[in-house]
């Protein structure tokens, strides 16, 4: 099982979204047959089966085991991935594309980064555990609490230099073989509590 597993297929979306294939999700971290999911979830087993067939034709889960008992053939069922995103790719033509912002310092284009991000290294990732092979990926997450905002300015302008300066350093155009990156540092304030006072 892995980590995280991006949906980039509009119908597989649809699917794990409904409500009740959703928390099935949830339920099958572990392996668990239809009749005790429907148990435990206080639902008729037909419902249940009708929803984990669902599930298994858009490949969100697997079979994990296969048991015989008395003749009969009982399946255990495990989720493909412990978590799931949604890429922008399900949407299709209507998902977010930073290009079409033409304010850089917006929340939208912010927003619209984040959902290439999911977009392309969720790509790369399936096709790299297609090919077997690992993806090598960088992340920093790091809190900075400002003590003014000429303090963030000033954070802001210190970065974008020390940025310019490493890429102006480490990039080559024409490199023989040489393999471009995407570099995205974004900043944004940590959301409060809804009934926290701004």
């Known amino acids: 099982m892995i980590d995280v597993e991006v949906i980039s297929d509009a119908g597989a979306a649809a699917t794990a979204l409904e409500p009740i294939r959703s928390r099935l999700l949830a339920e099958l971290a572990e392996p668990a047959s239809a009749a005790s999911l429907a148990a435990?979830?206080?639902l008729a087993r037909q419902?249940?089966?009708y929803h984990v067939r669902a599930l298994e034709a858009c490949k969100l889960i697997e079979v994990a085991e296969e048991r015989l008992w008395?003749?009969?053939t009982e399946r255990l069922f495990i989720a493909s991935a412990r978590?799931?995103?949604v890429s922008p790719?399900?949407?299709?033509p209507a998902a977010v594309d930073p290009a079409r912002s033409k304010d850089r310092l917006a929340a939208s284009y912010l927003i619209a980064l984040g959902a290439r991000?999911?977009?392309?290294?969720?790509?790369l990732w399936?096709?790299?555990r297609q090919a077997d092979k690992h993806l090598a990926t960088l992340a920093l997450d790091a809190e900075i609490r400002f003590a003014s905002p000429a303090d963030r300015a000033a954070f802001t302008s210190d970065l974008t230099r020390a940025v310019t300066e490493l890429v102006g350093r480490y990039h080559d155009a024409a490199a023989p073989g040489g393999r471009p990156h995407r570099l995205v540092l974004v900043s944004h304030p940590l959301p409060t509590p809804a009934?926290?006072?701004?």
């Not at 790719?89 to 299709?92: C, I, T, V, W």
């Not at 009934?195 to 701004?198: D, N, T, V």
Request: proline share 0%; hydrophobic share 40%; no cysteine.
């Open 40 to 42: 435990r979830m206080g």
């Open 47 to 49: 419902k249940v089966n």
């Open 117 to 123: 991000i999911v977009r392309e290294v969720g790509d």
């Open 195 to 198: 009934s926290a006072k701004e």
């Open 83 to 85: 978590s799931f995103v």
């Open 126 to 128: 399936r096709r790299a």
């Open 89 to 92: 790719e399900a949407l299709g």
């Open 70 to 72: 008395g003749g009969l």
